[in-house]
């Protein structure tokens, strides 16, 4: 016998990382025998998201317009997210992800029952460069509204430090729950390799993400480049898109870099033989999870994801933020002339992996749901054989 939930996730992202963590834990929780609905904005949905979630036979989804950006809009997303809360509740759980659906529910009258849990997914003033005036706003408004959360939830140390640290949030009103991930059945090193045209002695290096500021696409390329100067077999491949390609493109001139656009990314993983991140800040990205499933050695900058997926020296290495890209232009020749070193690595990641899982993050999120119950509890809790 166990209790069945009925739970409401609410995202404004509808895409990226975040998307990506609610459709799994949409999936797994009602796998488990949860009710579950997914309020999602298509604002800025990614079609990858919505093909997933219309298709899931189990999950309920309801499309309700929300913004990233502050402004006069958010009274209406307001005033429709309560409609319909009231509508198709009670819940026992308003799980919001993004600063922007947190806030909302943080915001909604005690008359509409179901804990208020929130994942942030990277707080807004964990990048560095938040102008101060942004800051100030940002983060009082998450110091002021977490008392309003019956419990928040970190993805990384990282995130939970800045939490206590720089937002000054109560450490007891906050609890961490690692990202899990898990590549497709079908992913294969030799299938990889042959879609991204790599011959059998080239050492790749990869880096998966969006082109923007945030992920320094920059840094990765200029490394690449200079580290190709001293290992003639080496090669970068670059998975993604956004408003730097054509900038990193312009920087890896004449240097053997493949720019491949959005790519089934967990997929291609097994073909890279080193995952290079280069962010500026992260809460816990779905990469490096991925990265260790592949048995891939990573070299990351030292951002949130680093406590839970690098060991120094064993599956990786972890450099300061700070450093320029001649440092990581140097581990990248080290690493990519040490074939020994680098199954070494990739072997320690794979033993990462195994506490790295989907399962594993439903768990702990729903351990904290069973903990938090919420207001409507006693109306929509069924006991099921």
């Known amino acids: 016998m166990h209790t069945q939930l009925r739970i409401a996730l609410i995202t404004e992202p509808s895409g990226g990382g975040s998307g990506r963590h609610v459709l799994d834990l949409a999936l797994g929780l009602a796998g488990r025998g949860h009710d579950v609905t997914v309020i999602w904005s ?33 009274a209406k997303a307001y005033l429709a997210l309560a409609r319909l809360l009231r509508q198709e509740g009670p819940f026992d759980i308003l799980h919001a992800h993004s600063s922007k659906a947190g806030a909302l529910i943080r915001l909604l009258p005690k008359s509409i029952p179901g804990a208020r849990i929130y994942t942030p997914h990277a707080f807004r003033t964990m990048d560095p460069d938040l102008k101060t005036p942004q800051r100030f ?4 408004i998450e110091r002021l509204f977490a008392p309003r959360a019956a419990k928040i939830i970190a993805v990384s140390e990282a995130e939970r430090l800045h939490a206590v640290s720089e937002l000054r949030i109560a450490p007891h009103r906050l609890q961490r729950v690692v990202n899990g991930a898990e590549l497709p059945k079908t992913a294969s090193r030799a299938t990889a390799r042959a879609k991204m045209g790599l011959c059998d002695d080239q050492v790749a290096v990869g880096f998966i993400g969006r082109l923007e500021k945030q992920k320094d696409p920059i840094r990765f390329v200029r490394s690449v480049k200079a580290a190709a100067r001293h290992v003639p077999n080496l090669c970068g491949v670059v998975i993604g898109d956004g408003v730097l390609r054509a900038e990193a493109e312009d920087a890896a001139n004449g240097g053997r870099i493949d720019f ?33 499933h ?9 951002v949130g994801g680093a406590e839970e997926t ?30 020994e070193k680098r199954i070494a690595f990739g072997q320690a990641s ?3 992996a195994e506490t790295r899982t989907i399962e594993a993050m439903m768990t702990g999120t729903l351990d904290i749901y069973m903990q938090n119950g919420g207001p409507g509890r006693e109306l929509v809790q069924k006991k099921v054989s």
């Open 310 to 339: 690098v060991i120094h020296g064993e599956n990786g290495y972890v450099l300061p933020l700070e450093d320029d890209a001649n440092t990581l232009s140097d581990v990248l020749v080290e690493l990519a002339g040490d074939a």
């Open 350 to 352: 794979r033993r990462l």
């Open 294 to 302: 592949a048995g891939v050695p990573i070299v990351m900058t030292a």
């Open 260 to 292: 491949m656009g959005w790519q089934d990314g967990p997929a291609l993983f097994p073909a890279l033989d080193i995952f290079c991140m280069t962010s500026q800040y992260e809460a816990m990205p779905y990469t490096l999870l991925e990265a260790l």
């Open 42 to 74: 298509p604002v800025r949905a990614q079609a990858d998201f919505v093909d997933k979630l219309t298709n899931a036979a189990l999950i309920r989804n309801v499309p309700l317009e929300m913004n990233r950006a502050v402004g006069l809009a958010d």
């Open 137 to 140: 706003i940002y983060g009082t």
